[in-house]
């Protein structure tokens, strides 16, 4: 058995990240750039680095990706909305908040709008919650929290662990908004 070398905290393999990179260069050395195997090779590399913290690099495959997609399957491509969401997500771990905000919004007003209140739309309400809440910005912050988690509830019932990531952004919004540390809140909630 080979040894495996690890992204330090974030389990991310550097020889998936090579591999995905070799695929990419290959993808683009038989399709040519403007091609939909190229644009999902960029999405899997940018998810690849995204998963391992390297949110720079997430960004740029992400955008790379975004770019083709748009020009081949059009804007508002459910394609494309994901792209544009896991592009967000990037943008907010960069603290690039407006940019963020911008692409979430957007992905969320094209899904709904095609397709009403999925489960993907309340993926992207959970993402606006934890973008506005790393802002700062806890009342739109729990807005969307909630929502996502009446759309999670919907589909899935109050027991899925979805409803439970949104409990727990609820949660840590809660203590923030009182100005407790988390690990005190809960230490205090054991007693």
């Known amino acids: ?9 974030s389990g991310v393999n550097r020889a998936g990240i090579e591999n995905a990179e070799r695929s990419l260069r290959e993808a683009v050395a038989r399709y040519g750039e403007n091609n939909p195997i190229v644009a999902a090779c960029y999405e899997g590399l940018g998810t690849l680095h995204e998963l391992a913290g390297q949110f720079a690099l997430a960004e740029e495959n992400l955008s790379n990706a975004l770019r083709i997609t748009h020009n081949i399957l059009g804007v508002d491509h459910p394609r494309s909305i994901c792209i544009l969401h896991a592009l967000g997500r990037v943008q907010g ?36 919650a934890k973008l506005y809440g790393g802002c700062g910005r806890i009342e739109l912050a729990v807005e969307n929290a909630k929502r996502a988690r009446e759309i999670f509830v919907k589909h899935y019932g109050k027991t899925h662990l979805a409803v439970f990531r949104c409990d727990n952004v609820l949660s840590e919004l809660q203590d923030q908004s009182s100005g407790w540390p988390t690990y005190l809140t809960t230490a205090v909630a054991k007693l």
Do not use: W
Not at 1 to 9: F, K, L, T
Not at 108 to 128: A, H, K, N, T, Y
């Open 1 to 9: 058995m080979g040894s495996y070398s690890y992204i330090p905290n």
């Open 93 to 128: 771990a960069q603290g690039k908040y407006g940019d963020a905000e911008q692409n979430l919004i957007h992905a969320c007003m094209l899904l709904r709008s095609q397709l009403g209140d999925i489960p993907l739309v309340g993926e992207i309400f959970l993402s606006l």
